[in-house]
């Protein structure tokens, strides 16, 4: 293929920062959905979407009769999510929009679609960006109690393991108990007791009453009479009134590579979320690990043409003077005058799930994934002061924390300071933070 070598746009040398301040943007936030499986995570995102307008009732309706052809009219709602996570992998045209919606002071993104079957590591990639998450518990009779013992406490621990702080608790399905106060209680109080014990802090949890189906809650009032208990605020109020985190504007660039595609701009066009630092049009990027250069041509952000962007914000950039097979998913685009390093061994403090010891390992860094091993496991450290308590432990027993040295089979960018989730056998081991 040829590579797209026409002459650049000249740079603006815009002052970013200042730029930034000076527009008025609107906060930008990203969230993860999580919880058990058919909790009601994409039939609510669906419903979200649809009330706020982001999709329309004919799209709606639409699939609601492809649903009940085969007899599922009850996962309409839910295919507005997946049905856009199926156009994305076809890779031809891509459609961020739907995956984004907007209050008057904050642009959301929601972070992969739920019901994506491969749904562990995706979350972890969504988590490693992600300024809250939104756990969906299931209120029914039974799902609750069995939905604690399940992926309820992975998908915590996970989330909180990857920086997460922020947690909003959507009660979901209340209509299946017919809007019970009582039961609403019981699983605030479970929930928060346990939420507690994963290292949430109690000011940053918040529960709402909610049928994702119905849309109660989520965007307007619930009008059911029995739901009347609940004054406080909707799923939506929420999430608009949750501060993100601080964006590392003043770090060098780093952006992590989510989709890579083709369009009429530019044969290498990339989606992703810019992580630290800003970039603007004609720009010098390095790509790591292929250590690649290439050129800012244009930027969109939020669907707009853009001169500029900065951490926080998801963009599309249109690329040129590189080709497409040294840009890959996970990859990470920095600042050539200041690229993050490339290594094959990194040291990191892990938490462990399970138990550990030499082990073959799946390493998983925001979207990245690659093969790896335990090396080595130097100490056992102490959990609230971090001092070494016992020096090269033969195993590290789950709810350990360890520092160990972990090997991968090929060199991949990383620095201190990242998260990263380490799983084997399907199954999450430890997370913790790069040394
Ligand atoms: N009664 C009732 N049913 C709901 C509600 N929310 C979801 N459901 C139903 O629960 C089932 C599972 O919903 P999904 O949205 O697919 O659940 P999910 O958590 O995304 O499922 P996975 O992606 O498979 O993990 C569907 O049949 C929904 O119609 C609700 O608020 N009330």
């Excluded at 992580?275 to 041509?297: C, R």
């Amino acid at each position: 293929m040829k590579i797209d070598d026409a002459p650049l746009p000249k740079s603006r040398n815009l002052d970013v920062l200042s730029e930034f301040e000076k527009s008025k943007n609107k906060n930008n936030a990203s969230f993860v959905v999580v919880g058990h499986v058919d909790a009601g995570k994409s039939t609510m995102m669906g419903r979200l979407l649809l009330d706020l307008k982001v999709v329309d009732q004919r799209t709606v309706d639409k699939l609601r009769r492809e649903a009940e052809i085969i007899g599922k009219s009850s996962f309409a709602l839910a295919w507005v999510l997946d049905q856009q996570s199926e156009e994305r992998s076809r890779g031809v045209t891509i459609d961020i929009a739907t995956n984004r919606f907007e209050t008057d002071r904050t642009v959301f993104t929601i972070l992969d679609a739920p019901g994506h079957k491969d749904f562990i590591p995706n979350m972890i990639a969504g988590a490693s960006q992600a300024d809250f998450a939104v756990l969906v518990i299931d209120a029914s009779i039974g799902a609750f109690e069995s939905g604690l013992k399940g992926q309820t406490r992975e998908h915590s621990l996970l989330i909180r393991s990857m920086g997460v702080s922020r947690v909003i608790v959507a009660v979901n399905k209340l209509d299946t108990v017919s809007w019970s106060e009582e039961r609403f209680n019981e699983i605030k109080d479970q929930v928060s007791g346990f939420l507690s014990a994963t290292g949430f802090q109690q000011k940053n949890v918040s529960f709402v009453p909610v049928s994702g189906l119905h849309g109660d809650n989520l965007v307007r009032r619930s009008s059911d009479a029995a739901a009347s208990w609940y004054t406080g605020p909707t799923l939506v109020e929420e999430l608009d009134s949750s501060e993100p985190n601080a964006r590392a504007l003043e770090k060098p660039l780093r952006m992590t590579v989510s989709e890579v595609y083709r369009t009429m701009q530019s044969p290498v066009t990339v989606f992703g979320r810019i992580d630290a630092g800003s970039l603007q049009m004609g720009d010098a990027l390095l790509v790591q690990p292929s250590g690649e250069k290439a050129y800012v041509k244009s930027i969109q952000v939020d669907d707009e043409p853009a001169d500029w962007a900065v951490a926080g914000q998801n963009v599309v950039l249109h690329l040129s003077h590189i080709e497409p097979i040294h840009v890959r998913v996970g990859d990470i685009i920095c600042d050539p005058a200041k690229p993050i390093p490339r290594a094959d061994t990194f040291i990191m403090k892990a938490l462990a799930f399970d138990f550990l010891m030499p082990m073959q390992v799946d390493v998983h860094r925001g979207r990245l994934h690659a093969a790896g091993r335990i090396e080595a496991i130097s100490a056992v450290l102490d959990k609230v002061t971090g001092a070494v308590t016992k020096k090269k432990p033969k195993i590290v027993k789950p709810a350990m924390v360890a520092r160990i040295v972990v090997k991968l089979e090929a060199q991949v960018p990383l620095e201190a300071g990242q998260r990263v989730v380490l799983r084997s056998g399907g199954q999450t081991v430890a997370a913790g933070l790069l040394e």
